[in-house]
């Protein structure tokens, strides 16, 4: 597949963020986060090059010698520039704005984003170059480096609402009791499968160790990214909210919470070396459109998920809420949809979230399966804990809120349930095992138009994730 080099193609940096869509930095709004690749091998083939999109089975063929990446990395270093990960796929790194823009030639300028619905970012403005970013001449750095992408904030699909001043107005589900229910979660706990000995692993916001979660007797852990501040913390309640969702469906599991900086590629990196058996994401892009190709800044973030993948990780992603999703349309995750359920317990497909057929990936049609979601206008269905004081808090240290940011995690604790029972099972194995034994969904249609109908459809893939359906399949 075809990426045309655009200047301005790298959508640098980024200014601080403010509010509901807050990410820790590691030294302030003035600092840069990106990811560096070197130059390949001799006959060897560039990543960036034209339909040179790697897959699971081709991907070894585009790692680079550990040797080079390290001496890259050690002579960024010496230019003053942090080194956060170094892997056979790319560097992490970070400096400040004066700092990238004297060693680069790349002057950043700020730009306004465009409408949240197809932006590749939260902030109404961000830092970019008007030009290809140039390798470094000092050191032989010009000969190593291949290039330089700055990275993106990404968009956080839960549709925050804070709760309003009356809890009683409308029907909300509760955690942990109305999701597991819902997802059949609590039929597999009665038979003592409940994720035990499943680490799975979480990059958001932040993750509070709420009373919440220590009266519910978690196995709880939070750490930061190497370009992110105290794990403890979470002022803005995203990522302590969703984790509930998780635990609501697997309460067993060696939970392991990677609170983002402004590197996304870094975070997955980060969560990867953690070494869990499963990975949820309730993040992501707008991008994968009509009549466009994969963003090179984008590319080492690609590759970090096919890596994970690779290691035989279960990656879930949020399919977006009516966005166009990436990674979430990537084909080797498990791209979670939304089905919203009433007072009734009636099922149907929710305006709210996508539900689209890939432009970079043909044949790829997205959501796979569902978990709970809102709808719209308020989108304000589940109440989850989060931190006092935390942008999405309201009353008493909790909030309500959806999106497919909500529903990525449930079915990521299904996943490791099935984990549990057996341990040998592939990430396709778990994706193919969900998608046949879920509810199918006929009615709603999605936020792209597409209705739910009898058997696997555009809104909501093959329907409603059945924890119990799937583990028959195994016991």
Not at 101 to 123: D, I, N, W, Y
Not at 248 to 274: R, S, W, Y
Not at 372 to 401: H, K, M, N
Request: aromatic share 8%.
């Amino acid at each position: 597949m075809a990426r045309k080099e655009k200047a301005g193609d790298v959508k640098p940096g980024h200014k601080k963020l403010v509010g509901k869509h807050a990410i820790a930095s590691a030294t302030g709004s003035d600092e840069i986060a990106f990811e560096v690749a070197v130059q390949p091998e001799q006959h060897a083939r560039s990543v960036f090059d034209a339909g040179a999109l790697p897959t699971i089975a081709s991907l070894d063929a585009f790692r680079q010698p550990m040797g080079k990446m390290v001496e890259t990395a050690r002579l960024l270093q010496k230019q003053g520039l942090v080194v956060h990960n170094v892997s056979d796929l790319s560097i992490s790194a970070s400096c400040s704005k004066r700092q990238f823009e004297s060693l680069f030639r790349a002057p950043l300028v700020e730009k306004k984003m465009p409408k949240e619905g197809q932006s590749m970012a939260t902030a109404k403005t961000y830092l970019a170059p008007n030009a290809r970013v140039q390798a470094p001449q000092v050191d032989g750095l010009s000969d190593l480096i291949e290039r330089v992408y700055v990275q993106v904030p990404p968009l956080f699909f839960a549709g925050e609402r804070p709760i309003p001043p009356f809890w009683n107005d409308k029907f909300r589900l509760r955690v942990p009791v109305d999701v597991a229910e819902i997802m059949r979660a609590s039929a597999v706990h009665q038979r003592g499968i409940t994720g035990k000995g499943v680490r799975v692993a979480m990059a958001d916001t932040g993750f509070y160790r709420h009373p919440y979660f220590i009266e519910q007797g978690y196995n709880f852990l939070a750490v930061t990214a190497p370009d992110a501040l105290d794990h403890t913390t979470d002022a803005n309640g995203h990522g302590t909210g969703e984790c509930a969702n998780l635990f609501a469906t697997a309460p067993g599991i060696n939970f392991v919470g990677v609170k983002m900086g402004a590197n996304t590629t870094l975070a997955v990196k980060t969560a990867t070396e953690l070494r869990p058996k499963v990975m949820t994401n309730s993040w992501g892009y707008s991008v994968d459109v009509p009549n466009s190709t994969m963003p090179n800044f984008l590319v080492p973030l690609y590759l970090a998920v096919l890596d994970a993948v690779s290691k035989g990780i279960t990656v879930c992603f949020a399919a977006g809420n009516g966005h166009f999703a990436f990674p979430g349309s990537m084909p080797e995750v498990l791209s979670v949809g939304g089905v919203v359920v009433d007072a009734n317990l009636a099922y149907r497909a929710t305006q709210y979230t996508s539900g689209f057929d890939s432009t970079w990936f043909p044949g790829r049609r997205t959501p796979d399966v569902c978990g709970l979601c809102g709808e719209l206008p308020t989108a304000d269905y589940i109440v989850l804990p989060v931190q006092a004081g935390a942008a999405l808090e309201r009353s008493g240290g909790w909030g309500a809120f959806s999106g497919t940011s909500a529903a990525s995690p449930m079915v990521a604790g299904v996943c490791a349930l099935l984990k549990e029972a057996d341990p040998t099972l592939t990430p396709e194995q778990v994706r193919n095992i969900l998608k046949y034994t879920a509810r199918d969904i006929t009615a709603g249609t999605n936020a792209h138009g597409r209705p739910a109908i009898a058997g696997p459809d555009g809104a909501t893939g093959f329907g409603l994730v059945d924890a119990a359906r799937a583990m028959e399949v195994l016991v």
